[in-house]
């Protein structure tokens, strides 16, 4: 069973740490097309390598990467989560109030066009 106060208290410790972490993501450029996303998967691989987690990257065309991560836990239970490091183009830069790739945090908001972990 899910202790919901003691889960909600961990995300609240580690809200500086995950509003750096999806701001950091959103700096990182992966339009598609052409979807290069070597540099965002070196970073996350950097991310998991620092919190002892192993990867494994898989490419299947020239610079398009992916990574996978498994995090082992003492349940029975399995989590899967499954998302995309790639991201529509910016389109007309007029249009935006904040850079596209510029990854600003206000006001508890992070700003910008990237994938978030």
Not at 1 to 14: C, D, H, Y
Not at 35 to 48: A, P, Q
């Amino acid at each position: 069973m899910v202790n919901t106060k003691k889960l909600l208290g961990e995300v609240e410790s580690s809200r500086d740490e995950v509003t750096e972490l999806c701001s950091e993501l959103v700096k990182i450029p992966t339009p598609n097309p052409p979807g290069e996303t070597g540099r965002c998967v070196s970073f996350i691989e950097e991310y998991f390598k620092k919190h002892g987690v192993p990867t494994e990257k898989f490419q299947r065309a020239e610079a398009k990467t992916s990574i996978v991560a498994r995090i082992r836990g003492d349940s029975s239970h399995t989590i899967l989560w499954l998302g995309h490091i790639d991201v529509v183009p910016a389109g007309n830069l007029e249009y935006w109030t904040h850079k596209p790739y510029g990854g600003q945090v206000e006001n508890g908001y992070i700003y910008g066009r990237g994938q978030v972990i």
